[in-house]
């Protein structure tokens, strides 16, 4: 895990890591360079999952969209959707498994 630590901190570039000052994640959180282009974010009262840059203070969201919308060429926004419901279906139905015989 240190060669990993070791890469991201120095020689990765466009690395964002973002953690929940709530999750474990956090305090072995991975340090990163701004002069690799590079930002690591730990968001308050978060667990670090899912929605995480949604509740981020404006100021810090807006930047860190518009670093990865530079990254990627093309303008990244956040999902409007809860993220449970993007894949819950409405007609959910019990498979049993066949019999052995």
């Given amino acids: 895990m240190a060669w990993v630590e070791g890469w991201v901190r120095y020689d990765a570039k466009r ?24 930002y690591r974010v730990i968001a308050e009262d978060g667990i670090g999952f899912y929605g995480t840059l949604s509740t981020l ?21 956040l999902p409007t959707e809860e993220p449970s419901s993007q894949h819950r279906s409405t007609d959910v139905r019990r498979v049993r498994p066949p019999r052995a015989r």
Avoid: K, T
């Fill in 15 to 38: 690395v964002l890591l973002v953690y929940g000052d709530l999750s474990p994640w956090s305090a072995s959180a991975f340090n990163v360079s701004a002069r690799n282009d590079s």
């Fill in 57 to 77: 203070p404006e100021p810090q969201r807006g930047f860190l969209l518009g670093r990865l919308s530079e990254w990627a060429g093309v303008p990244v926004q």
